[in-house]
């Protein structure tokens, strides 16, 4: 309960958003072994962008959180890593991280995991661990794993090239808003020589996209717009 309404305090959810107020909450609950809190609370202290920015005590919850079984601790931990957020990247520690998250069953670590094999990012290039753990994570309902798998079927990345199971995955994971799977099943549809040709979808899906700040999108639809002024001109 006092993980809750730390919680509802960090956004402001039915109460006034107040950080010190939920860092209260989520200590109490940390203190009591909650490992939600233990969680919210490195995760809080790393990312806000308020006076209570603190990476060095936000990462020493993370790990005591970690430490309690959160999957979620250990695949922050492991984004850390990856990315070089204030510490050295380092792809094989973000790996382990990622491991040790991917066996409490942690859907974004088993995607992340995934896209180290895909890319070759501290481990030798492994199209079909990538597939492996894509499809573990896809089959959770993680959306970013749908349209990463979705992007080797498309391709033929590891796997025959699968039309339709690209198109499945990329429509999962539109429905859960991911913009880069909108994106891909624009290019789908844009594509002439495919059953799934349908412009008009396209554009759709490219203008949700822009208006979202999705780059290539923008540009693509400018693309367009141009070719369909110079073919009316």
């Not at 896809?138 to 080797?152: D, E, I, R, T």
Request: hydrophobic residues 40%.
């Amino acid at each position: 309960a006092m993980s809750n309404c730390g919680y509802m305090k960090e956004l402001g959810l039915g109460t006034n958003l107040d950080e010190e107020e939920a860092i209260r909450f989520y200590r109490s609950a940390a203190g009591r072994g909650c490992v939600e809190a233990a969680y919210n609370l490195g995760r809080l202290h790393i990312f806000t962008k308020t006076i209570y920015d603190d990476f060095d005590l936000g990462r020493e919850w993370l790990h005591k959180a970690a430490k309690m079984g959160s999957g979620d601790a250990y695949n922050l931990l492991g984004c850390i890593e990856y990315k070089g957020l204030k510490v050295k990247r380092d792809y094989e520690q973000a790996r382990q991280f990622f491991l040790q998250a991917e066996r409490l069953g942690n859907a974004a670590a088993k995607n992340n995991l995934a896209w180290l094999y895909q890319h070759g990012y501290g481990v030798p290039r492994d199209l079909e661990k990538a597939r492996h753990y894509y499809t573990e994570s896809a089959a959770m309902g993680y959306s970013s794993a749908q349209c990463n798998l979705g992007y080797l079927y498309y391709h033929g990345l590891g796997v025959e090239k699968n039309l339709p199971q690209a198109f499945e995955l990329f429509r999962r994971a539109v429905e859960a808003e991911n913009s880069t799977a909108m994106f891909n099943l624009a290019l789908l549809h844009l594509d002439p020589d495919s059953a799934y040709h349908e412009p008009a979808r396209a554009a759709f899906l490219l203008k949700k996209c822009a208006l979202e700040g999705f780059t290539e999108a923008r540009d693509l639809l400018e693309q367009i717009r141009a070719k369909e002024a110079s073919g009316r001109a």
